[in-house]
């Protein structure tokens, strides 16, 4: 084979390689890009629930300041009535 033959050869085998791997590469980054857009979507939508969650939590502790004081005496009265009761004098038996 010629020297010219050879050339024509390696440049056809090199174009489809290079049309080859362009293909895969906007392949890989339309993927990718995709992935980039359900991602930015994802975060928006936890920051507008967390705000939401913020102002949910700001106003309950809002409600639970002005009622503070008898809710968490009503809180203690109820947990120590679920205690049990020992009498004075006893000692715990092991």
Avoid at 5 to 22: Q, S
Avoid at 40 to 63: L, M, N, P, W, Y
Wanted: net charge positive.
């Amino acid at each position: 084979m010629d020297a010219f033959a050879k050339m024509d050869i390696f440049f056809l085998v090199t174009t489809v390689a290079v049309v080859v791997i362009a293909i895969f590469v906007a392949v890989l980054l339309y993927y990718i890009l995709r992935t980039a857009k359900d991602v930015s979507e994802v975060i928006h939508i936890v920051r507008r629930e967390s705000e939401r969650f913020a102002k949910g939590a700001s106003s309950a502790r809002e409600r639970i300041k002005g009622r503070g004081g008898n809710l968490l005496q009503s809180f203690i009265a109820f947990v120590q009535s679920l205690a049990p009761t020992r009498k004075r004098g006893q000692k715990d038996i092991k």
